[in-house]
């Protein structure tokens, strides 16, 4: 069961990574057809699809995968089909719903909530999505709670591999045919719904052959169809075990949908036009693939350490636990804050280098600040889940939504699209402080702050200098905008592999990560090897004796 669960975990996480992966990179080439104002036409109509689609699921796959666990535990197959069978008619009902809402209040939404009548047609193309992701997401949690995590990744990359193709090909098609920009990304929205039919294909061949296994499974007696609680008993259970879970997914849904209904409006007070204002909240998206994909690859390397703690929790090992806590929170900073540091040195060569211009470039290096406070609330959450605590991240994320609102009305009449930036890093800020906050103090944690926080930002900020140096040298003989994209990535190639160096120097010699910290990299282990070799690690006694 251990080996299968780490098999598992591990196939999710390369799946997840993956489709993040793509999902952050198909920004580029879209922008690069599309245009900023037809990607923020796209973005601006996303928000609320999410919202009503995560009201339609409301935490039911999560709910599904225990209550199949549960069953197949007692080795009741047909009882875990019945869970999938209630489970499937709840979601059909409420994507029914979900999708009338949308699709004949999308004039409504359009006109009156986003105040952005171009959306329209948007809004209606991702009502039909709603119709298929949540049956999905049903049998992803049926075979989750089957321990198999084949299904669900597989499902994923197919899903999310068939949604970029189509956003890519109908945008070009639609472009080259000269098509409205708000039919443009009407189109591009159809992707939601074509990367679903592809995920709901794979999973029902996987059903497919479960069914068959299922023939040779004995069929319940006549007396235990009797004692068997009813569908509609099952399906109230699953429903009240699901909606504290669906809080949680709502919120950060919550903060794009608070941007979407806020952000153009106030960008169109200061004197813009509403084309202006949608593109200028394209512009502002262009930070978005960078941020996903630092907290990507942060979440991988935290994915190891967090799933431990309820273990060490239950066993009442504390002092296991506190050390895994600052093993995280430490791995997360020494991922981000290089990472951000790079991204705000190099937004120009890089935003010319994804986005063919410039524009936006300090909204970029803004929003960038907010992946080392956004790492940090996520890793953080995941430990207060670890420990039990389930409501707390949700309310901390409420109180940054809260802040995210108020933060665009102060920030964004005095400093336009950027002060959106500015707002999203106070938001997570106080996300971050709180969840932090309540990790120590549920814990008792005394943080070695030295250790913890000064080494990495000392590591990061001597990379930063150099890094700087070097770029200010090279853009004093070559501007970015006088060169090609290419020319751009070279620069852009070039200064991160220089800033890799040495950042993986500096944190070496100050000791800020030792052995366990680098065991935990794919092929830790010989990495480590590698760094005795060369002497930028001392080897133990054990091994100098040996």
């Not at 006109?111 to 948007?122: G, Q």
């Not at 075990?241 to 669906?246: D, F, G, Q």
């Not at 005095?414 to 969840?435: D, E, H, K, P, Q």
Request: with cysteine; hydrophobic share 50%.
């Amino acid at each position: 069961m251990a080996n299968k669960l780490v098999k598992g975990t591990v196939i999710l996480s390369i799946a997840t990574l993956f489709t993040k992966i793509i999902g952050a990179l198909f920004w580029a080439p879209f922008q690069n057809i599309a245009g900023d104002e037809t990607v923020g036409l796209y973005r601006i109509s996303f928000p609320f699809y999410t919202i009503l689609l995560m009201v339609a699921s409301a935490g039911i796959p999560i709910t599904v995968s225990k209550f199949v666990a549960e069953r197949l535990a007692k080795d009741d197959r047909y009882g875990a089909r019945r869970v999938l069978k209630a489970a499937s008619f709840i979601l059909t009902l409420s994507g029914l719903v979900a999708f009338s809402i949308l699709f004949f209040g999308a004039r409504f939404i359009s006109h009156v909530l986003l105040d952005n009548p171009p959306t329209e047609s948007s809004l209606k193309v991702l009502a039909f999505a709603i119709l298929i992701v949540p049956i999905m997401a049903v049998y992803r949690g049926y075979f989750q709670g089957h321990q198999q995590m084949m299904p669900t990744g597989i499902s994923q990359v197919v899903e999310q591999i068939i949604r970029v193709s189509v956003v890519i090909g109908l945008t070009y098609w639609m472009v080259e045919a000269h098509f409205s920009r708000e039919l443009v990304a009407a189109g591009a929205t159809s992707g939601a719904f074509a990367g679903a039919l592809g995920g709901l294909a794979v999973v029902l061949w996987y059903n497919r052959k479960d069914l068959k296994l299922l023939k040779n499974v004995t069929p319940p007696s006549p007396t235990e169809i009797k004692t068997r609680e009813s569908l509609s008993k099952l399906a109230m259970k699953i429903i009240l075990y699901a909606l504290p879970i669906s809080l949680g997914t709502l919120i950060l849904p919550l903060i794009g949908l608070i941007d979407s209904f806020t952000v153009p409006r106030l960008l169109m007070s200061l004197g813009n036009t509403e084309s202006m204002a949608n593109t200028l909240f394209g512009i502002y998206g262009r930070g978005e693939p960078f941020v996903n994909v630092i907290s990507t690859f942060s979440s991988a390397l935290t994915l190891a350490l967090i799933p431990t703690i309820s273990a060490h929790i239950a066993r009442q090992e504390m002092a296991a636990v506190e050390h895994k806590i600052k093993q995280a929170w430490l791995m997360t900073l020494v991922v981000s804050m290089p990472s951000v540091m790079g991204l705000v040195i190099l937004a120009r060569p890089l935003n010319i280098l994804m986005f063919e211009n410039d524009s936006g470039t300090l909204t970029l290096s803004v929003l960038a600040c907010s992946s080392v406070f956004s790492t940090l609330a996520v890793t953080s959450s995941g430990i207060l889940q670890g420990m039990g605590y389930n409501k707390l991240p949700v309310r901390h994320l409420m109180i940054g939504a809260a802040v995210k609102l108020a933060g665009n009305f102060v920030f964004i009449p005095w400093f336009g699209i950027t002060g959106s930036a500015m707002s999203m890093v106070v938001a997570y800020f106080v996300v971050c402080s709180l969840n932090m906050w309540m990790v120590t103090k549920k814990t008792g944690l005394r943080l070695d702050i030295r250790r913890q926080f000064v080494k990495p930002a000392l590591s990061a900020g001597l990379m930063g200098i150099t890094l700087m140096a070097a770029y200010l040298f090279i853009t004093h003989w070559i501007d970015p905008l006088q060169i090609s994209r290419v020319g751009n990535g070279i620069l852009s190639i070039s200064l991160c592999l220089l800033g890799v160096m040495i950042y993986s120097i500096v944190l070496l010699l100050t000791k800020t990560i030792g052995e366990n910290e680098i065991r935990l990299l794919p092929k830790g282990t010989r990495i480590l090897a590698a760094l005795k070799k060369v002497g930028l690690i001392r080897p133990s006694e054990q091994e100098m004796t040996a």
